[in-house]
């Protein structure tokens, strides 16, 4: 396909030979035939038409047959294109003008083209015009290209990012409208400009260094600031391409302004530091209640001064960050419960609810479904699907009170539970797995069950991986003031009445007592108490006051007792040996045993 510029100068020539001499088509023809440009001639008198071979490839049809009529073929973009070119022609007729046409054609395959046609007139002697000739082109490949090249220069302009050419002294030789935006300069005053011009910072050596490296691999994106005109900077994100063209080398570099981007990238950063130092912050605040929680009276709800329970509630600390199954053994109204939530609250399952179950109360042909839940229709009147207490904890803790007094049946499966993690609803076939913590109470002698084969033994050693023993208050007497003040707060909310102050016989009574229901107790004769006082409490109890006349010698047991339990305390239950509590008594290691076994101090129960 020849070029325009070719074409251009092939016409022009055409057309000066036309008007000399119309009789040398012959020889122009052998010339436009290796051009392959097609020639064309047409009698006004005779209408006919010759065309030349390129004309008929040109148009898909068969060498020698007849021209169609040019309207039959001709497609022009518009009326006001197809006018022009009518014009043109009858100008050409009546006085004898050159013309060049661009015109659109279907050919005879039905495929579109894209045409230049030009043409000249001959005259006769009498100076009437008698034919004209012309030349038609094939353009469509060079119309295309045109086309793209207008589109990719307008897309080229049209884009927010800027878009810079440079040559190989690193000078500007073109660039798009967002550049000279960018920069603040209009685009003509750019052009023949280095970088280092428009911003001292870029110098030439740096600019080049960048290009040698861009040439090493292939492409190279960075990011800097760009000086505009009026001296602000900005940050962009630079990347530069060789573009090769033509056997030239252009360098390229496409501009974007990233002002929000790095503003963003700021706020995300600061957003990210503030989050990390709230996080640090709660993480000490956590830490703080923690530690408040060892230090001051309450723990979760249990009130305690005493040194030795102190360290019981270290123990319950420490094993609630374990997964561990635990066991509470204690007397009745020691707050087993309270010691399975402070355990619970302080794990991390404590996003869940604790889940309570009272073994005690569960009648015996319930006591599976309520555990394990039960299929509709698996027994009489399960009308419905229920999900069982298992089912309901888990992620979560399970707090199984009372757990002695299940039956065989039901701890054989409470085994399977422990041991496996799984069970299957009552009437269903489905196994069911779950992440249960399980922690269990009892006021029982699980050992003296075991022995009287009401509780599995296997299931004992399951559940007695972490034992607590609650100490009864009777062994913490010097709590009894703290838990007074407690539960008087606690009464005064809800009865609405105020204790002004405590005689010292009440609180004489009250520390003299042995207190068998234990805090539960305490909590009861308080809340009677402050039933029937007015300003002062007043302990009306027979029963307390019977144990507050007791003879001294009765108070002396007491005294000898709790000072026994609070060395085997001491001592962690260590009787004889350097360290023990005979040695720290002053006493012989068989007589304090004596007096232990005679005094009732069970030492399992104090450390």
């Given at each position: 396909?020849?070029?325009?510029?070719?074409?251009?100068?092939?016409?022009?020539?055409?057309?000066?030979?036309?008007?000399?001499?119309?009789?040398?088509?012959?020889?122009?023809?052998?010339?436009?035939?290796?051009?392959?440009?097609?020639?064309?001639?047409?009698?006004?008198?005779?209408?006919?038409?010759?065309?030349?071979?390129?004309?008929?490839?040109?148009?898909?049809?068969?060498?020698?047959?007849?021209?169609?009529?040019?309207?039959?073929?001709?497609?022009?973009?518009?009326?006001?294109?197809?006018?022009?070119?009518?014009?043109?022609?009858?100008?050409?007729?009546?006085?004898?003008?050159?013309?060049?046409?661009?015109?659109?054609?279907?050919?005879?395959?039905?495929?579109?083209?894209?045409?230049?046609?030009?043409?000249?007139?001959?005259?006769?002697?009498?100076?009437?015009?008698?034919?004209?000739?012309?030349?038609?082109?094939?353009?469509?490949?060079?119309?295309?290209?045109?086309?793209?090249?207008?589109?990719?220069?307008?897309?080229?302009?049209?884009?927010?990012?800027?878009?810079?050419?440079?040559?190989?002294?690193?000078?500007?030789?073109?660039?798009?409208?967002?550049?000279?935006?960018?920069?603040?300069?209009?685009?003509?005053?750019?052009?023949?400009?280095?970088?280092?011009?428009?911003?001292?910072?870029?110098?030439?050596?740096?600019?080049?260094?960048?290009?040698?490296?861009?040439?090493?691999?292939?492409?190279?994106?960075?990011?800097?600031?760009?000086?505009?005109?009026?001296?602000?900077?900005?940050?962009?994100?630079?990347?530069?391409?060789?573009?090769?063209?033509?056997?030239?080398?252009?360098?390229?570099?496409?501009?974007?302004?990233?002002?929000?981007?790095?503003?963003?990238?700021?706020?995300?950063?600061?957003?990210?530091?503030?989050?990390?130092?709230?996080?640090?912050?709660?993480?000490?605040?956590?830490?703080?209640?923690?530690?408040?929680?060892?230090?001051?009276?309450?723990?979760?709800?249990?009130?305690?001064?005493?040194?030795?329970?102190?360290?019981?509630?270290?123990?319950?600390?420490?094993?609630?960050?374990?997964?561990?199954?635990?066991?509470?053994?204690?007397?009745?109204?020691?707050?087993?419960?309270?010691?399975?939530?402070?355990?619970?609250?302080?794990?991390?399952?404590?996003?869940?609810?604790?889940?309570?179950?009272?073994?005690?109360?569960?009648?015996?042909?319930l006591a599976e479904s309520e555990l394990f839940g039960h299929e509709k229709g698996a027994f009489t009147g399960a009308v419905a699907k229920k999900i069982g207490k298992f089912e309901l904890a888990d992620k979560s803790t399970i707090f199984l009170d009372e757990v002695g007094e299940l039956s065989l049946e039901i701890q054989a499966k409470l085994l399977r539970v422990l041991q496996e993690g799984e069970f299957e609803r009552v009437g269903g076939n489905e196994t069911i797995k779950v992440d249960v913590r399980v922690i269990a109470a009892t006021n029982k002698n699980l050992s003296l069950a075991i022995e009287e084969k009401e509780f599995r033994e296997d299931l004992f050693y399951r559940l007695n991986v972490f034992p607590i023993y609650p100490t009864p208050l009777r062994e913490r007497k010097s709590d009894i003031q703290a838990l007074v003040a407690h539960f008087l707060k606690k009464?005064?909310?809800?009865?609405?009445?105020?204790?002004?102050?405590?005689?010292?016989?009440?609180?004489?009574?009250?520390?003299?007592?042995?207190?068998?229901?234990?805090?539960?107790?305490?909590?009861?004769?308080?809340?009677?108490?402050?039933?029937?006082?007015?300003?002062?409490?007043?302990?009306?109890?027979?029963?307390?006051?019977?144990?507050?006349?007791?003879?001294?010698?009765?108070?002396?047991?007491?005294?000898?007792?709790?000072?026994?339990?609070?060395?085997?305390?001491?001592?962690?239950?260590?009787?004889?040996?350097?360290?023990?509590?005979?040695?720290?008594?002053?006493?012989?290691?068989?007589?304090?045993?004596?007096?232990?076994?005679?005094?009732?101090?069970?030492?399992?129960?104090?450390?």
């Amino acid at each position: 396909m020849m070029s325009k510029d070719r074409l251009e100068v092939v016409d022009d020539n055409l057309i000066i030979k036309l008007n000399e001499a119309g009789s040398k088509i012959k020889e122009l023809e052998d010339a436009f035939h290796q051009t392959q440009t097609g020639i064309w001639e047409y009698d006004l008198d005779t209408e006919y038409i010759k065309w030349s071979k390129e004309v008929y490839d040109i148009y898909g049809l068969p060498e020698g047959l007849k021209p169609p009529k040019l309207e039959e073929i001709i497609k022009f973009s518009s009326e006001e294109e197809q006018a022009e070119a009518y014009n043109k022609i009858n100008n050409a007729i009546a006085n004898g003008n050159p013309y060049i046409v661009y015109c659109d054609i279907e050919d005879h395959n039905g495929i579109r083209k894209h045409v230049r046609a030009t043409g000249a007139a001959s005259k006769d002697d009498l100076g009437r015009v008698k034919r004209l000739y012309g030349t038609i082109c094939d353009i469509s490949e060079y119309h295309i290209e045109k086309q793209n090249l207008q589109f990719s220069d307008f897309t080229i302009e049209s884009i927010s990012d800027g878009v810079y050419w440079f040559d190989n002294d690193l000078r500007f030789i073109r660039v798009n409208q967002a550049a000279a935006d960018l920069l603040g300069y209009a685009k003509e005053e750019l052009i023949g400009k280095r970088g280092s011009d428009v911003n001292p910072k870029f110098t030439y050596e740096k600019s080049k260094a960048l290009w040698d490296e861009t040439k090493e691999k292939g492409t190279l994106t960075f990011v800097t600031k760009h000086r505009r005109r009026d001296g602000t900077e900005f940050p962009v994100e630079i990347t530069n391409n060789i573009i090769r063209w033509q056997g030239q080398e252009f360098k390229c570099s496409i501009v974007r302004d990233i002002t929000i981007r790095k503003k963003n990238e700021e706020l995300l950063l600061e957003a990210l530091s503030e989050i990390k130092e709230l996080k640090n912050k709660l993480e000490n605040e956590n830490e703080y209640l923690r530690d408040e929680i060892n230090v001051e009276y309450n723990f979760d709800e249990i009130v305690a001064e005493n040194k030795n329970f102190q360290k019981l509630l270290k123990k319950v600390e420490q094993v609630s960050k374990t997964s561990s199954t635990v066991l509470i053994i204690g007397e009745t109204g020691t707050g087993k419960e309270l010691f399975a939530r402070a355990i619970h609250n302080l794990s991390s399952r404590n996003a869940n609810a604790l889940i309570k179950i009272n073994c005690a109360a569960l009648p015996s042909q319930l006591a599976e479904s309520e555990l394990f839940g039960h299929e509709k229709g698996a027994f009489t009147g399960a009308v419905a699907k229920k999900i069982g207490k298992f089912e309901l904890a888990d992620k979560s803790t399970i707090f199984l009170d009372e757990v002695g007094e299940l039956s065989l049946e039901i701890q054989a499966k409470l085994l399977r539970v422990l041991q496996e993690g799984e069970f299957e609803r009552v009437g269903g076939n489905e196994t069911i797995k779950v992440d249960v913590r399980v922690i269990a109470a009892t006021n029982k002698n699980l050992s003296l069950a075991i022995e009287e084969k009401e509780f599995r033994e296997d299931l004992f050693y399951r559940l007695n991986v972490f034992p607590i023993y609650p100490t009864p208050l009777r062994e913490r007497k010097s709590d009894i003031q703290a838990l007074v003040a407690h539960f008087l707060k606690k009464f005064e909310n809800t009865m609405g009445k105020r204790i002004s102050s405590i005689p010292e016989d009440t609180m004489r009574k009250l520390m003299n007592y042995d207190w068998p229901g234990n805090v539960r107790e305490l909590e009861n004769v308080i809340e009677r108490a402050m039933i029937t006082s007015n300003n002062q409490l007043i302990i009306e109890d027979p029963l307390i006051n019977k144990r507050s006349s007791l003879p001294h010698g009765n108070r002396l047991v007491d005294s000898e007792r709790q000072a026994i339990i609070d060395v085997l305390i001491s001592t962690e239950g260590k009787v004889s040996g350097a360290g023990g509590a005979a040695e720290v008594l002053g006493i012989n290691a068989k007589t304090l045993e004596s007096k232990i076994r005679k005094l009732k101090i069970d030492k399992r129960k104090l450390y």
